[in-house]
Each structure stands twice: as C-alpha cells, then as structure tokens.
C-alpha cells in the first residue's frame, strides 16, 4: 500500500500544489484537499488491518507526509497529525473502534493531547469539562482524543496528576470558529475545541501513562511493529516530517524560480557562485535531515519486531534527533530564502507560505529543544531526570 500511497500523491501533486492558497484563505484544509488525503489513503497507513488500513512501516508513512508537506505545507501538516490517531485508536477498546470505524473506514480523528479538560468520575465514566487549542484537521474528523488530568468529585485535578487521553464523537464538543489566526499553517485549522458537562463512558478513556511505557499495545494482544515504537517516536514522527517537507517543498520552489528568472531574463546561473554554493549546502542539510528522520523510526520498529524494550535513554535521543533534525531543516530553509530575494516574499510565490509555515511548525511544543536536549544529555550520562513536565514528551 506504500507505494500505492506515494504514487496517489504523485498523481494528484499539481492538484495538491494549487490547493494550497485556498487552502490558506479558509483558514482549513479546501474540501478537495481532504478528499485527495482521503483517496491517497495516506490517513489510514497506521490504521488497523481490520479497518481498512496498512498497518504500514511507520517510516513509509513518515515519507508520504514529507511529500505531501513539500507540495502544501498545510496538507502535510493534517495528514501527519491526524495520520498518527488510527495507531493509537488501534490500542483503544474495541468498543470504541467499532464505534468509530464500524460503518466507515475513513472516519478521521482529532486532538490535541494537551491535558487541558478534567475528567470528574461518576457511576459508568466520568464528566468532562475542558478547553482546548491547536486541533488540526478538525473540521475533517468526526471523533477526537483529548488530553485530560483525572480529577475529584468535586471535579479538582487530584495530586500527583493523573494524565488521560479521551475519546469523543463529534456531537459531544464543538470547535469553535475564527480561533485559528496565524502566521502560517493557516491551512490546517488548528481551531480550539470545547467541551462542556459531556458524559464519556470508561471505555473511552485511556490512562497516557500506558502508552508512555508500552504497555497499552501489549493489553491490546497488537502484534504489529508498527505498534511497539515508542509513543513519544510515533506521535512527533508526523509533525517533524511535516516540517522537512515543507523545507524540501521551499528548496523545490526555489530551484523552480531560479529556472524561470534564467528564462526570462536570460542570466546565466553560474555566474551566482555564492548562491549555488548556499543552495547546495541547504540541500544536503535537509537531505540530511530526512535520512535521520527515517533512520530513527526504522531503527525503532527494527527493536519492536526482535521485540526488544527501549530504555529512557533511548527515548530521550530518539527525541533529540527529531527536534534537531526538524530545526536543521528550517535553518537550511532560512539559508533558501535569504538567496530568493525580495521576489521570494510575495504573495503569489510559495517560497514565503513554505517559509511562514516551516517557522509555525517549528513553535510546536514538540520542537521546543530545551526539555529534549536536557534530557537527553542526562541520561547519555547515566544520570535519571527527575520527574515532572520535563519527561512529558520523552
């Protein structure tokens, strides 16, 4: 099915190229644009085999959303992010997934996983009250997974916190219109989520920490790979890969604008010694960015399918390498545009929306490096991290 994924987006890539100032001028993905994802079936790689899906080698689905990104930085975002919620659906209740996929194999699911709502228990589940932001894709999805602290009866965060992911259709909150106002990825409709007084039953609700250590694919009876990498690979995994694409994407256009202005004004591009010499270095940067990205999740499903534990430690660089490898990317992108002139930043040239975006997904809290880069050098000398926020995404 990968490369039937690939050779989907390569016929529609035009297609998917032009969407992307619609795309942008509606704040979320152009109807079109969802449809081709949908008839790519870049969205149900990682779903379950007995829903549709390909249960595809995490690294495949990561280079169809490099290729989407370098078409449309907006289109490669969503199908990154709501493209990792069927593998963690696939861990769910089955209860949950019949509920979801039983008619209709290609119904999406949203986020975000920010604890940001509380969950207060009552006899059969629990009620739900929450606020949320950064919900891409959502007006494509139907049902979504929130992240929320368990609380008391009286509906108080209890201590030590206690972190869940729920799972709602999409009669039990609303998105909340004209929340989505940026810089860039103004295509993927990240719009907030609300939630008030919903009744969740506990089937719909996942303890994170199982899927932090592992666990909850195993008590799933998965036997998959694709299933046994690390949550904190899996779930960057997409958004990373969207932000090395839309680098790829900036370097393509470029290259592109570069040819026309030879054709046009007749400029012989060898005389640009110091341009080439930059492009080229930027080129190899984001090549390089790429080979890492994909060598760090197949390095993980390798682990998984001898059925080897990962350490913290693992975890910890497994993370460092996809915070760096995505910065990396946006850096040799910065080196592009600054070599496109002032022709580059208008409107109708799609090196500034590659830009623009490229720089939004960077502000994700994933790429923050701090935390990452903090914890990885701990534990490289064989020091534990204490616990607390800084282990939240390790």
């Known amino acids: ?195 008030k007084d919903a009744f969740v039953p506990d089937y719909r609700v996942v303890e994170f920490s199982k899927f932090m250590d592992g666990s909850q694919p195993r008590e799933a009876g998965l036997t998959s790979p694709t299933y046994h990498i690390p949550f904190t690979t899996a779930f960057p995994m997409g958004i990373s890969s969207a932000v090395i694409g839309i680098a790829e994407g900036a370097l393509a256009a470029h290259l592109a604008y570069q040819k026309q202005r030879v054709q046009i004004t007749g400029t012989r591009i060898k005389d640009d010694a110091h341009v080439l010499y930059a492009i080229g270095e930027a080129a190899a940067e984001i090549h390089a960015s790429r080979v890492t990205m994909l060598d760090n999740v197949r390095s993980f499903y390798d682990k998984a399918q001898r059925g080897e534990p990962v350490s913290l430690a693992e975890r910890a660089q497994s993370r460092r390498t996809q915070v760096s490898a995505a910065w990396r990317a946006a850096r040799a992108m910065d080196e592009i545009v600054a070599r496109s002139g002032g022709n580059g930043m208008r409107m109708d040239n799609p090196i500034q929306r590659f830009w623009r975006d490229g720089h939004m997904g960077l502000a994700h809290a994933i790429h923050v490096p701090g935390s990452v880069f903090h914890v990885s050098s701990l534990t490289s000398l064989d020091v534990t991290p204490p616990p607390g926020p800084m282990l939240s995404m390790i």
């Open 1 to 195: 099915m990968t490369n039937e994924v690939l050779a989907k987006i390569e016929a529609h890539a035009e297609e998917i190229a032009a969407l992307g100032p619609s795309n942008e001028k509606l704040g979320r993905l152009d109807d079109r644009a969802a449809e081709i994802l949908r008839e790519t079936g870049v969205i149900k790689m990682l779903q379950p085999a007995k829903y549709g899906g390909a249960e595809a080698h995490p690294a495949d689905f990561a280079e169809a959303v490099m290729r989407l990104a370098s078409l449309d930085g907006s289109t490669g975002w969503v199908a990154g992010i709501v493209g990792v919620h069927p593998w963690e659906m696939a861990m769910c209740d089955a209860r949950v997934q019949e509920e979801i996929w039983g008619s209709d194999h290609d119904t999406w699911i949203a986020s975000p996983y920010a604890p940001m709502g509380v969950l207060r228990p009552v006899d059969g589940g629990y009620v739900f009250n929450g606020h949320w932001q950064f919900s891409s894709g959502t007006d494509h999805c139907d049902w979504i997974f929130l992240g929320a602290f368990l609380g008391d009866a009286e509906g108080n965060p209890v201590s030590p916190p206690q972190v869940y992911h729920v799972i709602l259709p999409r009669a039990d909150y609303t998105i909340v219109e004209d929340s989505w106002d940026v810089v860039g990825l103004r295509g993927t409709g990240s719009k907030d989520i609300l939630v």
